[in-house]
């Protein structure tokens, strides 16, 4: 069964600190896809990325970068100089396979970042 | 780009009584919907995964005849929480599928706030 792992229950920095979320996953497929959502106090997920698993690119989006290393199984997040308006709640999700039907994705438990000034 | 309608945002009802949840996919058809609960400061729990036409699919430990899914047509998805007590508020939001959308169809609506007194 697939399973997503953010260990970092929450995450407190300054404004303008770089910060990391981390996200480990487990399937035994070879095609999956994985996702990572904002979630902030409104409650409604903000799509932020999705990568599949045969691209292992890096990819960079303003202050957010993401690190997939399928050696490791993890798809980690990066937020450069950290704003305040970035205090969300931020879940990394699996999806294995893209078949007819029956897919459906697996969040990891969010990790809740808080920015200061 | 896909939006995902969810009505209504906030519901307050008293033990005993059903509430229904609507999803609807505003401009493109959802073959297949998928509805999820969270818990205060938990990550999101599928229920379930309606597809139009047949049946909904639930997830272990979900009570079919307390959670009632019906996906009647193409663009509308209902949730039907029946005979709701104090343990059902929750945060239930739904998904529904958009194979054309860079997030690989998971477009998520903006949740239900289920309060049961």
């Known amino acids: 069964a697939q399973k997503v792992t953010q260990a970092q229950t929450e995450i407190s920095v300054v404004e303008k600190e770089d910060v990391t979320l981390d996200c480990v996953y487990e399937?035994?497929?070879?095609?999956?896809?994985l996702f990572w959502y904002k979630q902030p106090p409104s409650g409604e997920l903000v799509f932020l990325i999705r990568r599949n698993s045969f691209d292992e690119q890096n990819e960079i989006s303003g202050r957010y970068s993401w690190n997939f290393q399928k050696s490791t199984s993890s798809f980690n997040f990066t937020i450069t100089a950290s704003q305040v308006v970035d205090s969300a709640v931020y879940f990394c999700a699996l999806s294995e396979k893209w078949a007819g039907g029956g897919n459906k994705l697996t969040f990891g438990t969010g990790t809740q970042l808080k920015v200061e000034l | 780009g896909a939006v995902v309608s969810q009505h209504p945002s906030r519901v307050i009802c008293k033990s005993g009584t059903s509430v229904k949840i609507e999803c609807r996919s505003l401009d493109f058809q959802a073959t297949t919907m998928f509805w999820y609960r969270q818990f205060p400061k938990q990550s999101l729990m599928l229920m379930a995964t309606s597809n139009e036409g047949s049946k909904a699919t639930y997830e272990q430990g979900v009570e079919k005849d307390k959670f009632l899914i019906n996906h009647a047509s193409l663009t509308l998805s209902t949730l039907t929480v029946t005979s709701a007590h104090p343990e059902d508020s929750s945060f239930y939001i739904c998904?529904?599928?958009?194979?054309?959308?860079?997030?690989?169809?998971?477009?998520f609506g903006s949740g239900t706030r289920l309060t049961v007194v």
């Open positions: 998904s529904a599928r958009d194979l054309g959308e860079p997030n690989y169809g998971y477009t």
């Open positions: 399937t035994r497929d070879t095609t999956y896809y």
